[in-house]
């Protein structure tokens, strides 16, 4: 009992990024416990997605073919059924949407203990040691878990893709659903509210998060804006207070944009936030918090309140 | 109906802070409702203000400090609370999504209710795993990451909008009963009046330990162990511009033109 199984992630016909970063994760982590790595896709064009998966150190991949879509009564009921199978050490999930809405059932049903949301893993003789952020990012923490088994969601972005061709074995996985057990369906998908603004072509991006305080403060960013000749958008929680529409949120859940200029104003730099905007080629941040983990990755940052800089700042391009 | 929700009192750190051993000084903590549960809250007042949920009851896991954060929850419209603490947990330094499934559990089966509401995460730990857990060890439906929530009595189902990655929703639709994940953004929670106020003062807050629950000491123990906790490295190296707003404005507005930033 050394080896590894990974799961992959796939939506509307298409593996997720996160699926080839889990198997350097995976690889990783069998070359620790000396075991092998298995690689499970469940549902969808199984064979096609099985043939992109094997790459260099896959050792088998195992397709279970049975509906399209994600859904999480099959996916806990497959996994299940992969793990006495294949009795692994490690299972390795996605620390995905989807990822989150089965890897804690399959853990609770085979009683395994949990750890999400990992950056870097190590085995430390008998110990698995799970390196993972807490408190919104601003501390990183190293958990160990002593168990003989265990279930970990892995963060995407944080190992590189697993790239070339392995020679991993394909087998298609005899896996008995029970159908009186999915109580839930999928009925369709849905992009969110549109609109004329388009983030991700613009150049410039000035980008207000939570420091801003109240609504009437926004005006203070559009004046900047256009001011600059940029484009406004922001992070989640101004799009969750509804003071701007779903289209101008930058991050894991909104969109990833890639300016050549982005001035993050008030902006912690919440992992999911960074996700969307770390390819961007110049990044400013305002913030009072010098700790704030927009800082990590800001190229420039003026440590004071936005409140004082915003308005001189627009007063220079006026 | 009865709706019940998890409502977490997490510890907030401030800007600045000094690490002692793998926990955040104390002088550096400060105690909040978890974000996320703030939008659960609302969703199952919401409920109730529509006629379909009869009872909203909250259940907190911490210890009796905790009751200030679960009066707000009682403020914004919950009718009681129910508080587990133990002796046991109070030495445990970081309750697993196993251990915090076992306590949820065992209250569920005390309340048995149609519906429970769950934030996506809390903002300490973030595991963002308890719902999803909890909802196979009580062996009902389940849905993470909820930004939508239409429930149907009648029909025994719950229509829910699934936040995926990159601006898509995934549409579905589950049977009742279920626990459901609640993202930010779901609604508008409410501040609590001074009327609500006054109220939470009156409403039931039960305290129950684990001999009351019928839950094993050894059950909280769980298999994680934090044995280090740092600050992370900075990974690039970022140019500050110091002096007054007017001077760093002045600095950052040079930098911008260069980069072809123009009015």
Do not use: C
């Amino acid at each position: 009992m050394s080896d590894v199984l990974a799961i992959a992630d796939h939506r509307r016909g298409e593996l997720r990024d996160v699926s080839y970063e889990l198997l350097t994760a995976g690889r990783d982590l069998a070359d620790e416990t000396g075991g092998d790595l298995h690689v499970a896709v469940v549902s969808g064009p199984v064979d096609e997605y099985a043939e992109k998966l094997d790459r260099e150190g896959v050792d088998a991949v195992h397709t279970v073919d049975y509906g399209e879509e994600f859904n999480h009564d099959v996916y806990t009921q497959a996994i299940t059924q992969l793990y006495d199978a294949l009795a692994p050490q490690y299972v390795l999930a996605p620390n995905s949407v989807n990822g989150l809405d089965y890897a804690p059932a399959v853990a609770n049903r085979l009683d395994l203990p949990l750890v999400t949301d990992v950056v870097d893993l190590a085995v430390d003789g008998d110990a698995l040691v799970a390196t993972r952020e807490m408190y919104g990012g601003k501390v990183e923490t190293t958990t160990e878990l002593a168990a003989d088994a265990a279930a970990v969601t892995i963060r995407s972005g944080e190992w590189p893709a697993a790239e070339g061709t392995g020679d991993a074995t394909v087998e298609a996985f005899d896996v008995d659903i029970d159908e009186d057990a999915i109580g839930s369906t999928v009925t369709g998908f849905e992009e969110v509210a549109g609109g004329d603004v388009d983030i991700t072509d613009a150049d410039v991006l000035v980008s207000v998060g939570r420091g801003i305080d109240e609504e009437e403060n926004l005006e203070l960013i559009f004046d900047l804006a256009e001011a600059m000749d940029a484009t406004v958008s922001s992070s989640r929680p101004i799009v969750d207070n509804g003071w701007l529409p779903p289209n101008r949120q930058v991050g894991q859940s909104g969109k990833v944009v890639t300016p050549d200029v982005y001035v993050a104003i008030g902006i912690s730099g919440a992992v999911q936030h960074v996700a969307g905007m770390k390819g961007s080629e110049t990044i400013v941040a305002i913030n009072t918090d010098p700790n704030a983990p927009i800082m990590d990755i800001a190229d420039y940052a003026i440590h004071d309140d936005l409140f004082d800089v915003v308005p001189a700042l627009t007063e220079e391009f006026q | 109906m009865k709706i019940l929700v998890t409502v977490k009192e997490v510890a907030t750190v401030e800007d600045e802070f000094e690490i002692d051993g793998t926990a955040i000084d104390e002088r550096f903590l400060g105690a909040d409702l978890n974000e996320w549960d703030d939008y659960a809250i609302e969703a199952a007042v919401q409920l109730q203000e529509d006629g379909i949920a009869d009872e909203v009851v909250t259940v907190t896991i911490g210890p009796e400090d905790a009751e200030q954060t679960i009066r707000q929850a009682l403020a914004k419209g919950a009718d009681r609370a129910i508080r587990v603490w133990d002796d046991a947990l109070a030495d445990v330094d970081l309750l697993d999504v196993g251990a915090k499934t076992e306590l949820l559990q065992a209250v569920v089966e005390d309340e048995d209710p149609d519906l429970v509401l769950t934030g996506v995460q809390s903002g300490d730990d973030s595991f963002g795993a308890t719902g999803v857990s909890l909802a196979d060890a009580i062996d009902t439906q389940w849905a993470a990451v909820v930004n939508d929530l239409e429930v149907d009595p009648d029909a025994g189902t719950a229509s829910v909008h699934r936040e995926l990655e990159g601006g898509v929703e995934e549409l579905t639709e589950i049977d009742l009963p279920a626990v459901l994940t609640i993202q930010t953004g779901i609604n508008e929670p409410r501040y609590a009046s001074l009327r609500g106020i006054r109220q939470a003062q009156r409403k039931p807050l039960d305290h129950q330990t684990l001999a009351d629950l019928g839950v094993d000491d050894g059950a909280v123990d769980g298999d994680l162990e934090l044995t280090d906790m740092y600050e992370p490295e900075t990974e690039t190296d970022v140019t500050v511009f110091e002096g007054s707003a007017e001077e760093t404005a002045g600095d950052l507005a040079d930098l911008l033109r260069e980069k072809g930033v123009e009015a």
